[in-house]
């Protein structure tokens, strides 16, 4: 990802996107200023996800992040949870 497409997203309503990488953009300068931009539009994200393709063609499904207490934090690691038929 891009600035661009951060504030593409944006435009759509996106409001909270995941991708199976480690960062939303490329390692170095981009990645800090999608970070900006994600900040910038109140976007959130979540990074690393796994095995997003057995999401694919299963239609709509309710999306649960589960956090750890972490004090003064602005992240943390998350058990995500697709669950269907909700």
Known sequence: M??????????QGVVHFGIDSMRPGPEGKVNALVHKACLDLDITHIESLCNLQALLGRGRFTFIGLPMKWRGGTASPIRAVAVFDM
């Open 2 to 11: 891009n600035v661009a497409a951060t504030e593409w997203l944006a435009q």
